[in-house]
């Protein structure tokens, strides 16, 4: 912790406890306040007590879930700070707002998907409503990057769940998964809704991940471990989004930044299960080839590493790949290698140096040269666009 002479600062939190991404939002938070230690927090969990309590409380900078309107109506009349963040992505010209890019998430899902050989997709979502449009704009996003792939997509918007309706959504969703035709991937907006997803597949006695694959997104360890396969999810940037939050309002507070700017946080990466745990190719020499890769993706495996392995000749084997894949077996190590490179820039703090040794490379050069030609972009470029947001102005 820094130490400092600097006055402390009283600040208010308001989140939903009940839900994960929020919980996720208020660790970035205590990591930023371990970290500076010029704080003190006002959490209150009770949503029926804080708002007029928030109205009464007199501090230096607020932090809230502006996915309630009524919180949102009540933050936006104080006269101190405020920093927004939430699906929502409400927000006026005096309140900053953090949010995660639902485009880039729906995408890693997309490509997860994709990379498992998956010919057919699906996206199941919540039905429209402005409150809450990251569900509209992932289903949009994941139907955009499978559909450049040549590939179809249904996309699901059903029922809310709740007690009461709780076994005609299930119907109502066995109808559209029984529908569907097999083995296909699919994306849930959310974990919640993936685990329901998961829940018809068990009533339907639909196997997972053999007929369907499926992810979430929040990577919620609670529910997706009690999930049945445990449930692979996206894991979004919300505790990096609470740290640059209370870094932002620290600026507000000093007055170092502007309000009203909206800040966009990519995710981290996505924790793989059982629920996606397969390749589903109909070639079993492509899929052990595939397989052979990945499980070898931080070696300099060559072509001739994989031939070995699956004991046919390079051109069979890359008219194979062609047919599956669209590309050469040479061209899939390459991808299995970047998509490595990148996993680590964006989830670890090793140097070029390490993460060259690391992936097979004998020069931090040459990795450099490669990453730059498949990506576009430098490796140091992809970190900073994928790191920690900079300081915001």
């Known amino acids: 912790m820094t130490t400092s002479t600097e006055p402390t600062r009283q600040i208010a939190i308001i989140p939903d406890i009940a839900r994960p991404y929020d919980r996720q939002v208020l660790r970035g938070i205590s990591r930023y306040v371990h970290d500076e230690g010029r704080w003190s927090l006002y959490v209150h969990e009770d949503p029926l007590l804080k708002l007029t309590q928030i109205e009464q409380w007199q501090g230096d900078g607020v932090i809230a879930d502006l996915d309630d309107s009524s919180v949102f109506q009540v933050v ?116 919640v809704r993936a685990r329901q997803v998961l829940e018809v597949c068990r009533r339907l006695s639909v196997r997972v991940p053999e007929e369907v694959a499926v992810i979430g997104v929040d990577n919620d360890e609670l529910i997706c471990e009690l999930s049945i396969p445990p449930l692979s999810s996206v894991i979004q940037g919300t505790e990096r989004l609470g740290y640059q939050a209370a870094v932002l309002l620290e600026r507000l507070m000093a007055g170092d930044a502007q309000p009203g700017h909206a800040f966009i946080v990519p995710p981290v990466g996505i924790a793989t299960r059982q629920s996606t745990d397969i390749l589903a190719l109909e070639d079993p020499i492509v899929t052990s080839a595939m397989r052979f ?34 590309r050469t077996v040479h061209a899939e190590i390459q991808r299995v290698r970047i998509q490595e490179i990148q996993q680590l820039l964006r989830t670890t703090s090793m140097t070029l140096e390490q993460i060259a040794h690391r992936c097979g490379f004998s020069y931090v050069q040459y990795m450099a040269t490669v990453f730059r030609r498949e990506t576009g972009q430098s490796p140091g470029a992809y970190r900073k666009q994928a790191s920690e947001l900079d300081a915001p102005s």
């Open 76 to 191: 936006r009349n104080l006269e101190v700070p405020v920093v927004g963040f939430g699906g929502a992505r409400r927000t006026d010209g005096r309140i900053a707002y953090m949010a995660t890019d639902d485009h880039a998430v729906a995408r890693l899902a997309a490509e997860h998907l994709l990379e498992r050989g998956f010919r057919r997709f699906a996206y199941c979502g919540i039905p429209r409503d402005p409150a809450r449009p990251w569900s509209e704009a992932r289903a949009r996003a994941f139907s955009r990057v499978v559909r450049q792939a040549g590939r179809p997509v249904s996309v699901y918007r059903g029922d809310r769940a709740s007690l009461r309706r709780w076994q005609r959504m299930l119907d109502h969703m066995s109808r559209w998964i029984a529908s569907l035709p097999r083995p296909i991937g699919l994306m849930a907006c959310n974990d």
């Open 293 to 326: 890769m990945r499980d070898h993706a931080r070696r300099a495996i060559q072509v001739t590493d994989v031939l070995e392995h699956v004991r046919v000749s390079r051109a069979t084997l890359d008219q194979r790949f062609k047919q599956r894949l669209g």
